[in-house]
């Protein structure tokens, strides 16, 4: 089963569900009702640009139901900043975006993901990515969360000296929910991978995390570390978390962790006895939680776009 499926057949029923395993958190068929027609009619998404030197694409949403796949290869040896900006639209539209990346050998793509959607929004973002000898890959994920919405990233990982970073933060409220799924599968010898995900969950909001690290046979040396955190603002807000390894080979270093917490009340009534009113130093306080998945990205120009992404859903928590 799967959304695509579903959407080309008009039936709701080939969607996943919280049957499968993988969707038992996100449950796209139990969300979807009837489906919006099958269109290939998009919403309007205004005038942008990008900080010079960056690639830009953005991906509006359908007018009902849509399904979208931009393929992307970086050349060997190639250098490549890109925003992949999934832009929100009106109503109950429902969404399957495949962004498929290959890197060629020696190739680095840096990469930020801006995804917004509608409240009333079903959405399913999935990028296959799969690296060459020497290849580097470092990607941010920010979300804000719809009816359904899950961004999924697996990643075919050869060793070689290929490295990869995978960083994100999601902040939901309102009945929003988000999840972020990742796969790294390490294949080969001297891999690296580095992952940290946060996130916020206020009022009915729910977030979501599964990340699985794979290590295939004869994939020694692989150095690979995978962390969630998230903060709940709320009784009736909801984390979800899964982190996994999956080892399959001798002389790795991997490891994973997850914690899920509320706002440290010490540091809140610190700030508050210096003269912070009680929204202001819980922002604060927030900002500062998410704000090293920000410094992660590593360019300037992507790490401003992230922080004022957040900014904004932080003020809209506190409203």
């Known amino acids: 089963m799967s959304l695509i499926t579903a959407i080309r057949a008009g039936d709701a029923a080939l969607a996943p569900g919280r049957r499968d395993e993988a969707f038992r958190w996100t449950d796209l068929r139990g969300a979807l009702g ?8 998009r919403q309007p998404v205004g005038v942008a640009t990008a900080p010079e030197g960056v690639t830009l694409r953005r991906h509006a949403a359908p007018v009902g139901s849509g ?45 930020l993901v801006i995804v917004e959607d509608g409240a009333d929004a079903v959405t399913y973002c999935r990028s296959q990515v799969t690296l060459s000898a020497g290849a580097s890959y470092r990607q941010t994920v920010i979300a804000g969360g719809a009816k359904r919405q899950r961004i999924e990233t697996t990643v075919e990982h050869p060793g070689l000296g290929a490295s990869v970073e995978l960083n994100g933060a ?3 409220d309102a009945q929003r929910h988000t999840d972020q799924t990742t796969k790294i599968a390490h294949a080969g010898r001297d891999g690296a991978s580095r ?42 807000a909801e984390i979800d978390a899964k982190p996994e390894l999956e080892i399959f080979a001798d002389d790795v270093a991997c490891a994973h962790g997850n914690t899920v917490g509320a706002l440290d009340e010490d540091a809140l009534f610190y700030a508050m006895s210096r003269g912070l009113p009680l929204e202001v130093a819980r922002r604060l306080l927030i900002g500062a939680f998410l704000g090293e998945i920000v410094e992660r990205i590593g360019d300037a120009d992507l790490e401003a776009l992230a922080g004022a992404f957040l900014t904004r859903r932080l003020e809209a928590l506190a409203s």
Do not use: M, W
Not at 34 to 41: E, F, G, Y
Not at 90 to 111: K, Q, T
């Open 170 to 172: 999601y902040i939901v």
């Open 195 to 236: 992952q940290l995900v946060r996130g916020v969950a206020a009022d009915r909001g729910r977030g979501v995390f599964q990340g699985l690290i794979a290590v295939a046979e004869g994939a020694d040396g692989t150095d690979a570390r995978l962390t969630h955190n998230a903060l709940l603002l709320s009784d009736r």
């Open 34 to 41: 009837t489906l919006p027609a099958v269109s290939d009619a």
């Open 67 to 111: 399904v979208d796949e931009t393929l992307l290869t970086v050349k060997a040896g190639e250098t490549l900043r890109l925003i992949d900006h999934i832009c929100a639209g009106e109503g109950a539209y429902v969404r399957d975006l495949s962004l498929p990346i290959v890197l060629e050998a020696g190739a680095s793509l840096v990469r």
